[in-house]
């Protein structure tokens, strides 16, 4: 006997329905959880891409591309994974299409957005980095909000408890999906004794990555995809153990669940790629029309017509963008004026040919991020950030 079994437990409830009927529609309580969190996770990215120097409501060019894709790489790999639901004995393939009766996997759902994601930053010229390191702490959110859904179907829990917590579970209706079975007296049946609210402890951890990406982020000023490492080892670490504590069917390797395998992996790359890749920050200045239309953050108010920027803001999309350091991205902010070109030094090449980069090398000082021994070996990498290389080249 252990003191948590000597300790009073409190009994978490959980919905005896998942599914309501407007008129004809079922409105179902897991996509509008899915719904909000996308509404979220759009909101924070919306805000670091700002803060970054892209424009305004790229994010939405952005969504319409990466949702789509998340979703359809999310309902892939549920198949996949569990193929023996659609094709196995008894199994129905065009059910894999069913995506509304559930089965999503979050493995797939950011692989396939991150390939959407990919796709729509080439079109609007904005380096993959940028957008993958906006989206760091938006993604965990939004995870936190849909894992909400998983309480309303009552799924997604671990196995009995006798901590001080517990939660209580409803035996569902498989002939009336999204509502629980009834007694006779019309009461909802509940499983015996209380369970690890699983799915809660995931959003619970989901939100202490937002807050490891967001302070780190801002302390060491992570760029080139590194805040979204940084996510996506928070999230497995996370989700490894919370996994092995998870009660419902799913395919096993060497005894262990796949998704447990799964999260080392993705662990392990995460890692090596935070500890491998090195550089500054990106910030974007936009070009063309954009460029002129954008007030500098710190303008004097009384010299600045509001009204009329902010429109021209909402009608002219960028052309382009070009990737400057962060140094050259405030004196733009101060001044408005776009930093010059720096020109390419062609008698210094090899041969007398093609340049070997877009730009001579700009001497800058070192970061916590780029050591001064890495100083000569990333010269590239201090001539794309004084504004030479194309936008996308981190696509």
Request: charged content about 20%; glycine content about 12%.
């Amino acid at each position: 006997m252990t003191l948590a079994s000597l300790s009073p437990q409190a009994a978490l409830p959980s919905p005896s329905t998942a599914v309501w009927q407007l008129g004809p529609f079922p409105l179902r309580a897991y996509a509008l959880c899915i719904i909000a969190g996308i509404v979220l996770a759009c909101w924070v990215t919306e805000r670091r891409l700002r803060q970054r120097g892209v424009a305004p409501g790229a994010v939405l060019d952005i969504a319409v591309w990466a949702v789509p894709a998340g979703i359809i790489g999310a309902r892939i790999y549920h198949v996949i994974t569990s193929p023996e639901k659609y094709f196995g004995a008894g199994g129905e393939p065009l059910k894999a299409f069913y995506i509304w009766e559930g089965g999503l996997g979050i493995w797939g759902a950011v692989a396939g957005g991150a390939l959407g994601a990919w796709i729509a930053a080439r079109q609007l010229g904005i380096p993959f980095g940028v957008v993958a390191d906006a989206l760091a702490p938006g993604l965990p959110l939004a995870q936190a909000v849909g894992r909400l859904g998983n309480w309303f179907n009552n799924e997604l829990f671990g196995g009995r408890t006798t901590l001080p917590w517990g939660l209580e579970i409803h035996r569902m209706d498989p002939d009336n999906p999204g509502h629980a079975l009834r007694d006779d007296a019309g009461q909802p049946i509940l499983e015996p004794g209380l369970y690890h609210p699983t799915f809660l402890y995931e959003g619970l951890w989901n939100l202490g990555v937002v807050a490891l990406v967001v302070i780190l982020d801002r302390r060491l000023k992570l760029g080139r995809g590194r805040a979204f490492a940084l996510y996506v080892m928070g999230y497995t670490v996370g989700r490894f153990w919370i996994e092995l504590m998870r009660t419902d069917e799913a395919n096993q390797i060497l005894g262990v669940r796949l998704n447990v395998w799964t999260a080392a992996l993705v662990f392990l790359g995460a890692l090596i790629y935070f500890v491998r890749v090195r550089g500054p920050r990106d910030y974007l200045i936009p070009l063309g029309a954009a460029a002129a239309t954008t007030p500098p953050a710190t303008s004097d108010l009384s010299q600045v017509d509001l009204s009329e920027r902010e429109t021209a803001a909402r009608t002219a999309a960028p052309e382009g963008y070009r990737v400057v350091s962060e140094e050259q991205y405030a004196a733009w902010q101060d001044t408005g004026v776009v930093p010059p070109e720096p020109a390419t030094d062609e008698g210094s090449q090899p041969g007398g040919g093609e340049p070997l980069g877009d730009a001579a090398p700009v001497d800058r000082p070192s970061t916590d991020d780029e050591p001064a021994d890495e100083l000569s070996a990333s010269d590239s990498d201090r001539a794309d950030a004084a504004g030479v290389r194309p936008a996308d080249r981190d696509s």
